[in-house]
């Protein structure tokens, strides 16, 4: 005080420091010097900041402050109790922003290790200049409440602490600023402390947390802060605490902040009167959640879109918790806050962002059917943006995102809007947009998930055409790397080109909807691998249409979608569409599903096309056989007279006949042929073995006749169909075994084999002795009781010029086993080229004839040779 009253300056300073250099082992002694520097600040402070600079300066106090020395803990206290002193002082004056404090490092490290609570709390919300950058303030502000609110409550210290103990007054102050209205925006510092006030709610120590709570209460008719969502969020967590005072607390809380905000809006009618009125503590549980759920609904209509936001993604990490109760509320607060239409679409990414981010850290399976109910329920109300918000959240093959779509496909009829979304994203120009090439990816997956397989079906037409254009636009802007160097049957697993997922995917979309024979037919004739130029790309897609037709492809799903396509404005989109119908024109019975004078309009379309491509195909399809059903019997009668070009000795150009007879099939689709179907396949299996370069084109030819007799002669041509079935399986190992799989495939189809799909398999691609064994195996086992018959017809290739058949027939007999009894009386020609085996001079062929020679012996004696 006698400083304080001093008029010479240089006796201020000369004092102070030596009060300064007095001992500082007691807390009477540190508070002592701290009250006689402040107190002599009140009038001297510019002499009082120059001693306390000086002394921060030096050597000495600088290496105490930074040392872990226990002993400079002294020092520690009485620097920071010192600092404060001198900003009280600062505060009362007018001069206070010419102040700059130097020792701004050496008092955050007092803040962060001292043990002086009170000191933390009131220097923490002074206005020292400098000020303190927002990341240091949040950590400085985190330690001193965290230290201020790991005491014991107050009762419990004033009944066992001295009564100058200042811990206690410090938490009283604290709690007291914290309710104190205060008038004027409400700044950063406030928002920071509301921030780490609610944030410490979430600790596990209960008395920490209640205390925090307690003193967050918000001052009212003060503006929000932006964070005011992510508060309320971990308040009403809190909800159901196991901890009495939290529950009040959070409610409390709750409360206050809900009614600042009504008064904010001016709405001071009887919602606020009747939530001011509300008693939390005195309500049973019932009660109590009948409130919280209306309470939550005000916060839904109260709070800004930014702030609703805020909330949601804290109940998001809710679910994360490891705490039951917390986690259950969380969940039912989730799903009640979207049940009530509450999210707005511009949220609707965000809130996805956050889930994806959360979603690894869920581990609890309850939480993953909150996150699955969620999704659902904001797919529903926000399609669109739910789609274009989980495109963008990581690359379709990454497995992260698999739930959430998964999650749309769990309502049928969200599913189809899904789905829909995404394939009409393949018809964008140009695909350039990152969601585009997401969806293109995404549908890929798609196809092989499991819960999106019945709307993957309800969508095949959709998504067929869009793949089938998009495809041809990556042709028209050169985008097709990596198209034609993908290895089917690599195991190595790389990120495929767009082009090249746009093809696999066409095959994906036949495979998965249990369609399997169109993709097979192309697989089998190299037809997949027209896909892969733009020269033969309108040939692919006329294979591909041929065969939905021949097959009953979803027909009338797909030409539906042609007649929408022909009418678009891309030429694109023109010439896919005239293709596939004019392909479907064959198909069985398509005026089932569109009249001819419905069908004579479309086509007519194209004829006014600025595309030759578009204009013929139009043409060529409206004068097919089914707009004018004349022409069958004429294409019959020339059927017939062609018939008789395979009965002369030596017909002329047979390939160039077969080639007339298999496109006079095609345009007749399915009318057929009648009768003459049986004529003609009896005339085409003799030239199986016939050793002109015919034999594949006889077999290919088969395969289409045996078609192309209706249902009057079906029966009569399955039965032919029987008979060529060993030739067929021994030519496998023929000079053109593409074509013999094709074929042999289509007599599985026809006689409705059991195992299709797996001989299927085993002829694209299968090799060696083992996919023999199993081709062999499926037909034996899907034709009970024919295995004598099979063995008598092998018998007859054992005498064949044709080295690969005879070797091919002897495998087949040695998978057989030894030849069964035949009846007495029977004749089985294929015994006498067994005994010419014995004369062969292959040594492999002797092998085979003396292995099996007792056999035919005793074989021999039932039969007439």
Known sequence: ???????????????????????????????????????????????????????????????????????????????????????????????????KFAQIPELIQCLLVSGSRGRKAELSRSQLRPRLKPAVKSRVLQTCLRSLYALPPTETLRSCLPPLALAPDALVTACSRGRSPRRGPWGQRKCLQIQHLVGMGGTVEVTPRSQALLTAHPPQEEAMPSMLGHQVGLLTLLWWDKDEVTRSHSRQCVSLLLQLLIQQKGELGAEFMHLNKMNFEARIRRESEMKFYDLVKALDENLTVAQHTQLVLTLLHGLCSHDSLLRDLASKLLLRVIEDHSIRPEQVAELLQGLFQELP????????????????????????RTVEAVLTLCQPSERQVVPL????????RLARKVVTLLYMKLKLRPPGRPTLLQALGTLYELLYSREDKATVRWAFAGILLGLLMQLHYLFELDAVGGVSDFQEESLEVKALSPSRTCLEALKGLFWTTNHWEVLAHLKLLWGWELFERLETYTEGVTLLARAMAHYDCEVRAVLGQAIISLKSPEERDNTVAILIITELLSGQELTQHVSRKSMDSFLSLGLDSPSRLVRA??????????????????????????????LKPEPKDLLGLMKILGDILHHLGAQGIGSISLKIAQHLLP??????????????????????????????????????????????????????????????????????????????????????????????????????????????????????????????IGRCGPPPALPRGSRAPGLRDFEMVKQDPDPTSRKFHKSFAEDIAELSQYVLL
């Not at 060529?620 to 070009?645: E, F, I, W, Y």
């Open 405 to 412: 779509w998964k999650a749309l496909a769990a309502n049928s």
């Open 687 to 812: 030239l199986f073995e016939d050793v002109r370069s015919v034999r594949g084109g006889a077999i290919f030819l088969y395969g289409d006749v045996i078609y192309s007799g209706g249902k009057k002669f079906q029966q009569q041509l399955k039965n032919h169909a029987f008979q060529a079935l060993v030739p067929l399986l021994l030519h496998l190992a023929d000079s053109c075994p593409d074509v013999v799989m094709y074929t042999f495939l289509r007599r599985a189809l026809l006689l409705e084999w059991e195992f299709r799909k797996e001989l299927f398999g085993k002829l694209a691609w299968g090799r060696g002795l083992g996919a023999e064994n199993d081709i062999f195996i499926y037909m034996v086992e899907s034709n009970p009781g024919s295995y004598r018959r099979f063995l008598m017809q092998v018998l007859v290739y054992l005498g064949s010029p044709d080295r690969r058949l005879k070797v091919t027939a002897m495998k087949f």
């Open 617 to 646: 195909m139009s043409l060529k399809g409206l004068s097919s056989a089914l707009m004018h059903p004349k022409k069958v019997v004429l294409l019959r009668n020339q059927v017939t007279s062609l018939l008789d070009g395979f």
């Open 361 to 384: 850290r869920i581990a609890f399976k309850e939480a993953l059917q909150t996150v699955t109910k969620a999704v659902t329920l904001l797919g529903s109300q926000h399609t669109q």
């Open 1 to 99: 005080m006698i400083l304080r009253e001093s008029a010479s300056e240089q006796l201020v300073r000369r004092h102070l420091a030596e009060v300064l250099q007095l001992s500082h082992q007691s807390s009477s002694h540190r508070e002592g010097t701290a009250l006689a520097v402040g107190v002599a600040s009140t009038a001297h402070l510019e002499q009082a900041w120059a001693v306390l600079e000086h002394l921060g300066r030096t050597r000495f106090l600088r290496s105490a402050l930074v040392s872990p020395d226990s002993q400079d803990e002294i020092l520690k206290t009485s620097f920071l109790s010192a600092s404060t002193m001198l900003a009280k002082a600062l505060s009362r004056e007018g001069r206070t922003q010419s102040y």
